[in-house]
């Protein structure tokens, strides 16, 4: 293993990692989540959720990978030798991964569609009415699905080809602060639309009587999904991160910037929505008609229409490279395949599986499964089963089966920092978060 790829730096780390939480999953999914879920009450319960569980269980990862410097599978071979059973974590990382990827990459084509209609000023003049008919009519054209999906993962995959420094860290080092720049800039814009008050409102006085165990679920859900937790994906860039880098610190900097643009994302989307009369549960039209409507409204809109969707385009990027990463990185390491070989592989099934999760959005698509669409069922089974009971799994595996000094000593560098905060975090991940998690399952069967 000692000729293995780590990042270069430590600005590198955060941003890799910010880059693998920060994506689709908070511009286009939280805005989606919290619309239908109750707003404010989500965005609390969301964030209580962030805090408590997503920080220890993004430490725990981190631990998991660098300690055993492997991939998901691997690394839980490593720490656990012989066991037969605790690899099953890893194994269930990577496949949650390739499956997140199928699905993650249909949205991802939408917005790489939208950067196409951007270009030719498509938007310009139409009502709401007309791009949402647009918006359908595009996702109802197979071909044109399958062009946008394909070039999407054939990026993510040139990127993997060219390995951890010179590609996934290079990419997100440039990208991730221009896309909070313009974020910020439209954030402004949106709050000085008229009826911003009201979806302010809605996205931040919480109704607590909304609270479910169905939001608390999906709560978790969009928690996991966001931060990539559960996946494989931080083991995987854990295992990339030099020694002299602070774990707990790295954490704390990426689901504090995971949680900033998710609700940057709800200053922008909920205020035009309730703006231009477009419920606040309306789904992908949020991200995908709602703002275009907000860049016809703009001086410049043109110019910061086509800025947005190239940068929403090169976040769902960030995303989808740490996805396939962690595939690649078992399919190298545990099958002995060559990076080029393993990254072409898995690109080509996910593309198999996107282009079926895209045509069972289609009018009339008789694609489904448990009578939700292909597309439904992939991120339902990700996010409430294999990426949470992958992740309650992960933080009993390191709480009560990895030796209590190893966690010591990657969490404070040999000794060096943090010693006080490491009894804090090992509380929460032996005790507290198996149980939190658990409880959370339950409470969706019961309320």
Known sequence: MG???????????????????????????????????????????YIVIVLLLGLPLMVS??????????????????????????????????????????????????????VFKAVTNYYQGKDLATIEEGFTASIDNTWRSIIWEAAFIFLTAFIIIRGIEKGIEKYSKILMPILFVILVILCVKSLTLPGAKEGLT???????????????????GQAFFSLSLGMGALITYGSYIAKKD????????????????????????????FSFGIQPEAGASLAFNTLPMLFNQMAGG???????????????????????????????EELKITRSKATTLAALGSFALCVIAGMSLQTGSSLKVFNLTFFDALDKFTATILMTIGGLFTVIFLGWKMRK????????????????????????????????ITVILITQWIK
């Open 246 to 273: 602070n774990l707990a610190s790295t954490a704390l900097m990426v689901s504090l910037c995971d949680t900033l643009i998710a609700t940057l994302a709800g200053i922008i989307i909920f205020p035009a929505a």
């Open 61 to 114: 990862e981190f631990v998991i990978g660098r300690r055993s410097k492997r991939n998901a599978v691997g690394a839980f071979k490593t720490l656990a030798p012989g066991s037969k059973s605790w690899p099953i974590i890893g194994y269930m990382g990577v496949i949650g991964a390739f499956l997140i990827l199928a699905f993650y990459s249909t949205v991802a084509g939408w917005t790489l569609d939208s």
């Open 202 to 220: 809605f996205f931040f006085k919480p109704d607590f009587s909304k609270i479910t165990g169905r939001v608390l679920v999906n709560a978790l």
């Open 405 to 436: 000094s190893d966690f010591e000593d990657e969490f404070t560098n040999g000794g060096n920092v943090n010693m006080r905060l490491r009894k804090i975090f090992y509380f929460i991940i032996k005790f507290i978060a198996p149980l939190a």
């Open 302 to 332: 043109y110019f910061f229409c086509l800025i947005f969707f190239i940068l929403l385009a090169i976040a769902a990027l960030t995303s989808s490279i740490s996805l396939l990463e962690v595939v690649v990185s078992y399919l190298t």
């Open 3 to 45: 000729n293995r790829e780590s990042f270069g730096s430590k600005f590198g780390v955060i941003a890799a990692a910010a880059g693998s939480a920060i994506g689709l999953g908070n511009i286009y999914r939280f805005p989606c989540e919290a619309g239908a879920n109750g707003g404010g009450a989500f965005f609390i319960v």
